[in-house]
């Protein structure tokens, strides 16, 4: 669960949008989820992730369905703990989507010179919880309203297809190496050979960046990048190479950590970097076979391609 909540942060920044405008007031509904929404007047439906972007102001709102209960999801997001994510509670209200108890926090973030203002909505549905993260530049305000307006307008639908495949901007094959797709959340397909996730077995994470970033030199990124993945700031680097997929440049990096009981576990992360500065990105994670799972993740990799 913890990394499911760090990928879910770390992913709040979107450069991709779909060229269609939904119309003011028409519920849209969200790939590879649940969920619709209405979204203000001015949004457009992104393609990296799963919610709406106003490229004006760079405001987005982004939706997740997260595989934990609802209770424990919203206990955690303490003041304390938004503190250590940069952010500073202002507020924090008792909501209800359709018939669900949820809550609304309001903080404030700054980042790169720019303060914003977000607001947090998490509601449980089925066994799981929605979290849906509205974030503007806090000199716009008059957007306040209307994100606070369409994020709680988010309904859950029991009956709509929510195809995690549909969602993402690319494609990989797993036949034949034992993983199942478990979920999607946070811009993400995540794979695990039991299709539970969170797990204690192998898995395996597939995602690309949602806003162009200063990579400079490209080897060195992957290896800092690697030591952001949780679990992984004193691993061992075992094995980094160059190599080319799908047209995309890119580098593996193979590296060993131990877990708090001892037990070695294996990290495979390979990024494939495009011209317009974004990146595509492979995280596979195992305890068990080690060697075996090296080449089941290279294999994955092969396969990957843009839609």
């Known amino acids: 669960m ?11 920044l979107v450069c991709f949008l779909q060229q269609l405008w939904a119309q003011p ?3 849209v509904q969200l790939p590879g989820t649940k969920f619709t929404m209405i979204p203000p007047s001015g949004f457009a439906q992104a393609t990296a992730f799963t919610g709406f972007q106003e490229e004006r102001t760079g405001a987005v709102i982004m939706v997740n369905g997260l595989p934990a209960p609802y209770a424990a999801t919203a206990d955690a997001f303490t003041e304390e ?19 669900s108890e949820g809550v609304l926090l309001t903080v404030t973030q700054a980042a790169n010179g720019t303060k914003y203002k977000k607001y ?8 799981g919880t929605c979290l849906v993260t509205g ?10 309203e209307p994100v606070r307006t369409a994020m709680l307008s988010v309904a859950f639908h029991a009956d709509q297809d929510d195809n995690p495949l549909d969602a993402v901007p690319f494609i990989v094959d797993v036949t034949g190496t034992g993983f199942k797709l478990a979920k999607y959340a946070g811009g993400m397909l995540m794979y695990s050979t039991d299709g539970r ?3 204690d077995k192998p898995a395996l ?6 806003a162009a970033v200063p990579v400079g030199d490209r080897k060195q990124y992957t290896t800092e990048r690697l030591r952001k993945l949780p679990g992984a700031a004193a691993a061992a680097v075992k094995e980094t190479r ?3 997929i799908d047209g995309l440049d890119g580098y593996e990096v193979i590296a060993e950590s131990e877990t708090e009981g001892g037990t070695k576990e294996m990290i495979s992360l390979t990024m494939l970097f495009d011209d317009a500065g974004g990146y595509y990105m492979l995280v596979g994670m195992t305890k068990e076979d080690i060697g075996a799972y090296v080449d089941i993740f290279r294999k994955i990799a092969l396969t990957f391609r843009r839609k």
């Open 120 to 127: 947090i909505l998490m509601f449980g549905y089925e066994d």
């Open 81 to 99: 703990g938004l503190r250590s994510q940069g952010m500073a509670l202002v507020s924090k209200e008792q909501v209800e989507i359709g018939q």
């Open 205 to 210: 994470l597939v995602g690309n960046s949602l």
């Open 135 to 144: 974030m503007f530049p806090e000199k716009a305000a008059n957007l306040s």
């Open 25 to 27: 007031g028409t519920p």
């Open 2 to 12: 913890a990394m499911i909540k760090r990928w879910v942060f770390a992913f709040l």
């Open 197 to 199: 996730v969170p797990t």
């Open 242 to 244: 160059a190599l080319s």
